[in-house]
């Protein structure tokens, strides 16, 4: 399957290197000034690996195929979303004008004004949505730092806002399956995404607070309760804005989003 992942951050090279792995055809776009460095020193990758039941260290140095400028007759079945928040229009703007007939996948946290934001720039039916759940760390002087989550409750989430169950969902689901990201397609991708980006902005704000690792953040139960009644204020302004995050599948993001940051308590956040 030929893939471009928009975004060469942590979250899109371990996906892309794994899908790599699995015989998937990827490519990345990315700022202008990337291309070339990338092009010549490669991604230097350090994971840390905890599918199957331990703990596998490994380093490589991934060379994908790099763009900096994408043609609107491009011949992408998928392109992968996953920058950063911070510039959206930015974003939306390259998709609106060369993303052809790529399916889009937004891989990243999406809130009210997101939903609302993409649907200025492109048509309902060509785009989904999905969470990377299986992948997090960070970029130090050596490359990425990355780590693949063994956690029973972590998966690559997928869905279409409708909740049908696509064709297209069901291709990109086999291509996570082939990589070991374990797809699990959501009939409530949104239901899913909306608690999850509260529940994450409060966590993340008193991680932040406490020095950055959810080690220090654990033992600061003043920050600690801070964070439980940001989240809260988020689970009302969803509740008011009618999303439930007392449905399973929100309960579900809770729990794996917990469970992951805490088994990686002394990474920093």
């Not at 991934?62 to 911070?86: C, G, H, M, Q, W």
């Amino acid at each position: 399957m030929k893939i471009l992942i928009f975004g060469a951050g942590v979250i899109g090279c371990t996906y892309g290197w794994q899908l790599t792995e699995a015989g998937h055809d990827i490519s990345f776009l990315v700022r202008k000034g990337k291309k070339m460095p990338i092009e010549e020193q490669g991604i230097h990758i350090h994971c840390t690996d905890y599918r199957n039941g331990g703990k596998v260290k490994a380093e490589t140095v991934f060379r994908p195929k790099v763009l900096d400028i994408l043609s609107a007759d491009n011949d992408f079945e998928y392109i992968i979303v996953a920058t950063n928040n911070l510039h959206p229009e930015e974003v939306l703007s390259v998709l609106k004008e060369s993303a052809g007939k790529a399916h889009i996948l937004f891989f990243q946290n999406i809130w009210y004004d997101d939903l609302e934001r993409i649907s200025k720039y492109i048509s309902p039916g060509q785009y989904f949505f999905g969470f990377p759940f299986m992948a997090g760390g960070g970029r130090n002087e050596k490359g990425l730092d990355t780590i693949i989550s063994g956690s029973g409750y972590s998966k690559t989430m997928l869905g279409e806002v409708s909740g049908e169950i696509t064709p297209r969902v069901r291709k990109i689901a086999d291509a996570m399956g082939d990589a070991g990201m374990k797809p699990f397609i959501s009939g409530q991708i949104i239901t899913w995404l909306l608690p999850h980006c509260a529940f994450i902005a409060g966590l993340s704000a008193g991680v932040l607070k406490a020095g950055g690792t959810m080690e220090a953040f654990l033992k600061k139960r003043e920050i600690v309760r801070e964070a439980i009644m940001a989240v809260r204020e988020g689970f009302n302004v969803c509740s008011a804005m009618g999303t439930d995050p007392k449905k399973r599948e929100s309960e579900q993001t809770l729990l794996s989003a917990f469970v992951y940051l805490h088994s990686n308590r002394t990474e920093s956040f």
